[in-house]
């Protein structure tokens, strides 16, 4: 698998991808400016539905219109991380890449599977758009609030963008491993199920959801975690009287399952290989 990646390895992946991209927006600039801005609107339009029924009734759920705001801020922010940097080649899918036989491709590659799914989806120059977005959409509700906070709010602010982004990388992860054994069936579950349903669902606050719902929503399909809770948390409201820390201790508890069901997903498919490269595999 290559010696271990060192910083600068590392930076010069993404360098690499990075140049990639520019590259790819510079070929035909008209084109890729159409997809930014159309990748743009849509994003404004999912979560502009939820925006003006709360302007209409001056909030809901037990939350104002900026508050909702400051919720739809985080989520757009967090999907927007997702993809500038998995994106791109399917590296924030991995079940594409498991079912689809892309897996051998990268055993191949003299570096490790963790590096070249972290690497292979930047996508700073033409995936930024949903990401800067949302800071917009932040700086809008912070603004509406009144906020003016201060290091500690900032850093706090910080580490739920990046649980939230481990939780739906996790979960994706964890989903994933059933293409192992399944190809057909589950080829496209971290994309079209988890990924889809997290980010739909992430844009209505859950706090006047029943119990049997807002845990599931927390738990096994994360979507409260994108937006809800944090935004509560940071705003002074934590729900359902978990601790702050929550969304980092289910992003290792995500994580840590996923390695494992990886890990045991892995042993079956050295053994079996992908059925797309069998003489009846269902892409050939």
């Known amino acids: 698998m290559g010696a ?21 927006l510079l070929r035909d600039a008209g084109f890729s400016l159409l997809l930014i801005a159309s990748d743009l609107v849509s994003t404004l339009a999912a979560v502009s539905g939820v925006f003006l029924l709360t302007w209409r009734f001056d909030g809901v759920s037990g939350l104002n219109r900026w508050e909702i705001l400051f919720m739809l801020g985080l989520t757009t922010t967090v999907s927007g991380l997702f993809q500038l940097f998995f994106a791109s080649n399917n590296a924030g899918y991995p079940s594409r890449r498991i079912g689809r036989g892309q897996l051998d491709h990268m055993l191949l590659q003299p570096l490790p599977l963790w590096l070249q799914f972290c690497a292979e989806g930047f996508l700073p120059f033409t995936g930024s758009q949903n990401f800067l977005a949302g800071l917009g959409l932040l700086y809008w509700a912070m603004h509406g609030l009144g906020l003016h906070p201060g290091l500690t709010w900032w850093l706090s602010l910080a580490g ?9 990388a996790g979960v994706s992860l964890l989903w994933s491993t059933l293409a192992f054994r399944w190809p057909i069936a589950f080829e496209e579950v971290s994309d079209t199920v988890v990924n889809d349903l997290c980010g739909q ?4 606050p859950l706090s006047i959801l029943p119990l049997a719902l807002q845990w599931p929503l927390i738990s096994v399909i994360p979507a409260g975690l994108l937006a809800w809770f944090p935004a509560c948390a940071l705003l002074g409201l ?5 601790p702050a820390l929550f ?12 390695l494992f069901a990886f890990r ?3 042993g079956y498919y ?3 290989g992908s059925n797309r490269y069998y003489s009846g595999g269902f892409r050939n």
């Open 201 to 204: 669902l992430s844009q209505y």
């Open 264 to 266: 045991k997903g892995f």
């Open 4 to 24: 271990k990646p060192t910083l600068r390895r590392i930076l010069g992946l993404y360098a690499l991808y990075a140049r990639m991209d520019l590259d790819f």
């Open 160 to 168: 739920y963008l990046l649980c939230s982004l481990a939780c739906l």
């Open 238 to 242: 934590p729900p359902l009287g978990l």
């Open 270 to 272: 050295v053994k079996s």
């Open 247 to 258: 969304p980092l201790f289910l992003a290792l508890a995500l994580w840590a399952l996923a």
